[in-house]
T-cell receptor
Framework: QKEVEQNSGPLSVPEGAIASLNCTYS??????FFWYRQYSGKSPELIMF????GDKEDGRFTAQLNKASQYVSLLIRDSQPSDSATYLC?????????FGTGTSLTVIP | NAGVMQNPRHLVRRRGQEARLRCSPM?????VYWYRQLPEEGLKFMVY????????ESGMPKERFSAEFPKEGPSILRIQQVVRGDSAAYFC????????????FGEGSWLTVV
């Protein structure tokens, strides 16, 4: 069974700091990886996707993928209070997107 | 998630009634996924559909739950004889038939069974 593991947190960082969110997955054959942000009571919103080993940057967000170690991470630079949300890691396996349970992030002003 | 339309946004049903949740995918998208999210839990895959076809329903409970995506109209998730444990947020997502394989979520339907 394919699994996606995330530390549920909560993770607290001060405003302006770097938030680091981690995710591991069990299916070594997985090729596509996604990060979603979900505010309380709202639907998940796609932040980034990454397919290749290494880093992918988009504004304040950087996704990092290491297929050999089967982990994917999300770095948020210059964290803002508006970044406070639950971050969901997702892995595409076959026809399904497998989601972790999410990491709750709080950015303290 | 702009463009994936779900309704109703909130639905209250008594135990034993039926719940019908509707989802219209983004324009140009022909793949629909349904996920369930229980309070304080992650997203659980339920079913993946294309027009007139169920591709993968491995996440659907064996009884009381069904889904369809007809040639015309929205995808429908149907829950018969609801029980309190069905209370959850049900999210629909859609993806395009080709190209970058990502999914975009609708706003969700919150079902409360009383």
């Amino acid at each position: 069974q394919k699994e996606v593991e995330q530390n549920s947190g909560p993770l607290s960082v001060p405003e302006g700091a770097i938030a680091s969110l981690n995710c591991t997955y069990s299916d070594r054959g997985s090729q596509s990886f996604f990060w979603y942000r979900q505010y309380s009571g709202k639907s998940p919103e796609l932040i980034m996707f990454i397919y290749s080993n290494g880093d992918k940057e988009d504004g304040r967000f950087t996704a990092q993928l290491n297929k050999a170690s089967q982990y994917v991470s999300l770095l948020i630079r210059d964290s803002q209070p508006s970044d406070s949300a639950t971050y969901l890691c997702a892995v595409l396996g076959g026809n399904q997107f497998y989601f972790g349970t999410g990491t709750s992030l709080t950015v303290i002003p | 998630n702009a463009g994936v339309m779900q309704n109703p946004r909130h639905l209250v049903r008594r135990r034993g009634q039926e719940a019908r949740l509707r989802c219209s995918p983004m324009k140009g998208h022909s793949h629909v996924y349904w996920y369930r999210q229980l309070p304080e839990e992650g997203l659980k895959f339920m079913v993946y559909l294309q027009k007139e076809n169920i591709i993968d329903e491995s996440g659907m409970p064996k009884e009381r739950f069904s889904a369809e995506f007809p040639k015309e109209g929205p995808s429908i998730l149907r829950i018969q004889q609801v029980v309190r444990g069905d209370s959850a947020a049900y999210f629909c997502a859609s993806s395009p038939p080709t190209g970058a394989f990502t999914i975009y979520f609708g706003e969700g339907s919150w079902l409360t069974v009383v």
